[in-house]
């Protein structure tokens, strides 16, 4: 099956960007052929990424002629460049993974093309617009455009009440990592803390203050993989803090390079406050795969433990109060948790299935 998808793929950084590239990565492998088409962006690129496929076309910055209205021409771009795949490629499939600056775009060749369309969105692009009534009146054009709506478990009511047709959303996990790649490896833990983060507009709810006030307080061995637009903030707090001396820094890097990463640190920083986007992090089900305990806000740890099948890896699961983090003991064992290791591939296994029977199921009924 060929499948044409035109949305956040690397080189572009962040989560939905990493988890298509490892779903595409598995259904390539049972059969299913991509053709991508995506962008890059100064802020959030993954400096010197080598794409490993001929059929991914990636549409770079570029100064744009004079003209009336001003803009970028993105979207111009975009369709022009998808139009021409579309001609050599011939999609039997057309799917987006992110609304703007994409989801138009793949409606219009969707529309063209006469092949069914798959929104799979993700989180930010619903939350951040659904509140304004114009949007959310352009949100559902899309949708409404769709022949299958794929969401999670946090927006699917949401999805579902701007959908005139209920039937076309489908409520799938939003992510999980293969556990042949995302693994425990025995090996010396290098760096007692690990923060990985597209430093966007909500970096301020990372909790690095806090974070930042741990690692000075215990004197902690530290690696940041950080990118995006307000990276610099971060970098001048370092400064501020006085905590240079035990931050490692490190630019994005290419998927394939995390799971030793994991692997190098004793514990992962995922603490979220309230107020940024109701999602659930890649980072989280990464590391609980390599057995690397993720600290938690216990503000968000409810939400944590109700993503399904994620309740038998709560010894991995440090909720920590605020009170409490400049005692934590970066060198506590976690508890037994069993044997885990085939429950990680049937859910991963669960996570695959359900996207390929439902490419298989749109592909059927279009024929």
């Known amino acids: 099956m060929k499948i044409l998808l035109i949305g956040k793929y690397p ?9 298509t590239y490892w779903l595409v990565e598995e259904l ?65 499939l057309i799917e987006t993974n992110y609304l703007w600056p994409f989801c138009l775009q793949a409606v219009m060749v969707a529309t063209v093309l006469k092949k069914p369309l798959i929104i799979r969105h993700a989180g930010s692009d619903i939350q951040k617009f659904h509140t304004d009534p114009e949007f959310k009146n352009i949100i559902k054009d899309y949708l409404d455009r769709a022949t299958a709506v794929i ?33 425990a490896e025995l090996n010396d833990k290098v760096f007692d803390i690990l923060f990985v983060g597209k430093i966007n507009y909500h970096w301020k709810l990372k909790g ?26 971060i970098l001048e707090r370092i400064e501020q803090t006085k905590t240079v001396d035990y931050i490692e820094i490190r630019d994005f890097v290419s998927p394939e390079m995390m799971p030793s990463i994991y692997n190098s640190c004793k514990s992962v920083w995922c603490w979220e406050e309230q107020g940024g986007v109701e999602d659930f992090s890649n980072i989280i089900w990464e590391s609980l795969f390599c057995d690397i305990p993720c600290i938690i806000n216990p503000k968000k740890i409810d939400k944590v433990l109700n993503e399904v099948g994620l309740k038998e890896f709560k010894p991995l699961i440090r909720s920590v109060h605020p009170k409490q983090l400049l005692d934590y003991d970066f060198n506590r064992k976690s508890e037994n948790i069993g044997e885990l290791e085939q429950k990680k591939i049937t859910i991963y296994n669960d996570y695959i299935e359900s996207s390929v029977q439902l490419y298989n199921n749109i592909y059927l009924s279009a024929k």
């Open 151 to 183: 969401t999670n478990s946090t927006a699917q009511k949401l999805i579902e009440s701007l959908c005139d047709d209920s039937g076309k959303v489908h409520c799938l996990k939003r992510y999980i990592p293969d556990p042949e790649i995302f693994r």
């Open 11 to 19: 080189p572009m950084q962040g989560g939905i960007s990493t988890k």
């Open 28 to 92: 390539k492998k049972r059969g299913f052929d991509y053709g991508i088409v995506t962008i890059e962006n100064a802020d959030y690129v993954i400096k010197e990424y080598k794409s490993n496929s001929s059929k991914c076309s990636i549409i770079k910055p570029k100064k744009i002629p004079w003209h009336i209205p001003e803009s970028e021409l993105l979207g111009e771009r975009i369709f022009g460049k998808v139009i021409r795949m579309a001609d050599t490629f011939k999609p039997e």
């Open 208 to 233: 690095l203050t806090f974070l930042l006030d741990l690692i000075k307080q215990q004197e902690l061995r530290s690696l940041f993989i950080i990118g995006g637009k307000y990276k610099n903030k």
